[in-house]
């Protein structure tokens, strides 16, 4: 059997557009339990969705816990062994408080994949395959987040190039969620139940598309 | 070091079509030879067969398709074991346009990515002056070019031409110089912009079958061109071989049509690329053995010094000729088999515009 971590942020746990952080999809609703579903009983899906993750900063407001590099560690060696991790980070990052440009958030998630090739938490202590999925951009309107978000839905479009240049450069797996999801109006930056089964089907497909060896 | 940002070279260039400038990475000539090889492979299987990492190999792919020269099938499930991607070659992904220089004509085709001819016209050729009007050329590719939707005009990689070395000694006799050809290659490539490759017209015919052809999955064969004289090839690990005689035998077309002649009867039909030829008597049955005890000839020869299982017979000449001809090799060697070539619309066209494929795009 092989396993895939889903590493994100509150897209990945399933938050509910517009609702509160507790308020979440169903486990089969949301895309890692697509995920699950669509690549059937061969893989072990874990999910690792935290709202408010960012790449690698402390969140001084939300708490020191938000930071993804410091979680990432711990949660690799509980895992292990892993075939594949899915990292998809990002939205975080561009909160105002941060003030990060987007090339620089693609850099955050560089050292993620620095630590993942450094751990090589794969079989036999090699370095799983790792992708690297860019959220889908913001929408302009992001409500009552406006002043956190100031400045982010325009950075947020350029995510998903940064992200790829990354990708090719340290040669690893690539998806742009944006390709095939928006994010709802309900509150600009999360994304409902559909774009959840969209989303979580595309990525099978791109899971697939790696390529697997028969034997597992 | 570590945390520097990226280097963005690596990404595809979304503006220009082609990729024009860049220099194409070998792992990339790799994989696209790979695909143009095995239709329909997985990047797994593209790994295997490459020693690249699953990452490596999502890389290359990814902007491969960025730049439209690879689409991905739909996932194959249902089967034993993990579902897999196909991968192939996008036919609109490139294209090429090839110029067959022959005696009686000049065929220009163009073709797609795959190799299928998307457009193919002929101008007369003088015998006397090979490279006559080159206006009149230069008219026919612009016209080739223009037979594509204008989005997809950007992506010709390139212009081919198929050159008979007596073609071009004549011209060179005739204008008093050798550079005719290159004249030739220098004002078309001015004039359209393209790069242009040329190639000896047989080789040119035999590389575009072992590309595209019957002769894809060979290593080794023997290439016989039935034109208006009969010539031949020996390809050994993928090497075209030309040989020192570049031994061309007079029982081709020519020898057809002074049969003809010779019993009175019309011959213009067998210079036509029509698919099908009428009746043409007891010349055609003469000149047909003839041809075949020569094929066979040659064939038994070269046994002697090399080993090679399969024949590929290429012609424009009517199907019907090559299969008769492949049938009487089969019977005649056991340890052989004989292929009519899959590339039958002017094969030294077609071989012509693959010139710019492997040129730009496949590992040598």
């Known amino acids: 059997m092989r396993s895939v971590l889903c590493y994100g942020d509150s897209n990945t746990h399933g938050q509910i557009p517009g609702r509160g952080p507790l308020e979440r999809y169903g486990p089969e609703e949301r895309w890692p339990g697509i995920l699950r579903s669509q690549l059937g009983p061969d893989w072990y899906v874990i999910e690792e969705g935290l709202s408010g993750r960012t790449t690698v900063h402390d969140d001084p407001i939300e708490g020191a816990h938000k930071n993804g590099r410091t979680y990432l560690r711990p949660c690799l060696q509980s895992h292990a062994t892993l075939d594949l991790v899915i990292i998809m980070l990002g939205t975080n990052d561009l909160k105002i408080r941060f003030n990060k440009p987007p090339s620089e958030v693609a850099m955050g998630i560089g050292c993620l994949v620095y630590d993942i090739k450094e751990l090589a938490p794969g079989p036999g202590g090699s370095t799983p395959e790792i992708m690297i999925v860019a959220p889908p951009p913001m929408q302009d309107d992001v409500k009552e987040w406006k002043s956190i978000f100031a400045g982010a839905p325009e950075k947020s479009r350029l995510l998903a190039l940064e992200f790829e240049v990354l990708a090719d450069s340290l040669e690893l797996h690539f998806f742009d969620a944006g390709s095939v999801v928006s994010c709802s109006e309900a509150d600009g930056f999360h994304i409902d139940a559909e774009a959840h089964r969209l989303l979580g089907t595309a990525l099978a497909r791109a899971v697939d598309a790696i390529g697997w060896s028969r034997s597992t | 070091m570590r945390f520097a940002p990226p280097n963005p070279l690596r990404i595809a260039d979304r503006a220009s079509g082609l990729n024009a400038l860049s220099v194409r990475s070998y792992n990339e000539r790799l994989v696209l030879s790979l695909l143009l090889q095995n239709e329909g492979i997985s990047r797994m299987e593209i790994g295997e067969k490459t020693g690249l990492s699953a990452q490596t190999a999502s890389v290359i792919v990814r902007s491969l398709e960025q730049e439209g020269l690879v689409s991905q099938g739909e996932a194959q499930r249902g089967r034993v074991g993990p579902p ?255 292929l009519p070539a899959r590339v039958t619309i002017s094969p030294k066209a077609v071989g012509a515009a693959s010139l710019p494929f492997s040129s730009r795009f496949m590992i040598q």
């Open chain 2, 84 to 338: 897999t991607i196909p991968l192939s070659l996008n036919p609109e992904g490139a294209y090429a346009v090839g110029v067959g220089f022959s005696r009686r004509r000049i065929d220009i085709a163009l073709i797609d990515f795959i190799g299928t001819v998307r457009f193919h016209t002929q101008l007369p050729a003088d015998e006397a002056n090979p490279f006559p009007q080159s206006s009149e050329l230069l008219e026919a590719i612009r016209q080739a070019m223009t037979s594509l939707p204008v989005e997809a005009r950007g992506r010709v990689a390139g212009i081919g031409l198929a050159v008979p070395d007596e073609v071009d000694a004549m011209a060179a006799t005739r204008n008093g110089s050798s550079t005719s050809l290159k004249a030739l290659q220098g004002e078309i490539e001015e004039q359209i912009k393209l790069p242009v490759f040329v190639q000896n017209d047989i080789t040119a015919a035999a590389g575009g079958e072992s590309m595209f052809g019957v002769a894809k999955p060979l290593n080794d064969y023997l290439f016989f061109y039935l034109g208006a004289r009969l010539q031949s090839r020996l390809i050994l690990n993928h090497q075209i071989y030309k040989g020192n005689s570049s031994a061309s035998f007079d029982h081709g077309l020519v020898r057809l049509e002074s049969e003809l002649t010779r019993r009175g009867r019309p011959s213009e039909i067998i210079w036509s690329s029509s698919p099908e030829w009428p009746d043409l008597g007891e010349a055609y049955g003469a000149w047909l053995g003839e041809c075949s005890n020569r094929l066979k000839a040659s064939i038994s020869a070269l046994t002697q010094f090399v080993e090679f299982r399969t024949v590929v017979l290429s012609s424009y000449a009517p199907q019907k000729i090559a299969k008769a001809l492949c049938a009487d090799i089969s019977q005649e060697f056991a340890t052989i088999e004989a």
